[in-house]
């Protein structure tokens, strides 16, 4: 990934399950990796502490596992429908 978006003439935009928490060593690693190509972990700009991105069915317990990094100075926000229930993971409305 590092490759394609270092070759990519434009904006760039990685987001999606990542199934690693923020207090994740390898989500620190890839945020410095990100970071050398100039892409801000805009999730963690967005959103609170109390974000949940994940619910388990099985115990109710909630996590944030799913990010979004961006090229800088291109988002304007991210939300989360909260309302929505098509699957374990919420939607990231960017």
């Known amino acids: 990934m590092f490759n394609l978006i270092s070759d990519h003439n434009g904006p760039a935009l990685p987001a999606g399950d990542l199934n690693i928490s923020t207090t994740n060593i390898l989500y620190k690693e890839m945020t410095r990796i990100f970071e050398e190509l100039d892409l801000n972990a805009e999730d963690t700009n967005y959103m609170t502490n109390s974000t949940f991105t994940f619910q388990s069915t099985g115990n109710n317990s909630r996590s944030w596992i799913d990010h979004c990094f961006a090229t800088k100075g291109i988002m304007k ?14 939607p990231m409305l960017i």
């Not at 429908?81 to 919420?90: E, F, G, K, N, Q």
């Open 77 to 90: 926000n991210i939300s989360l429908p909260y309302c929505v229930s098509a699957s374990d993971h919420l």
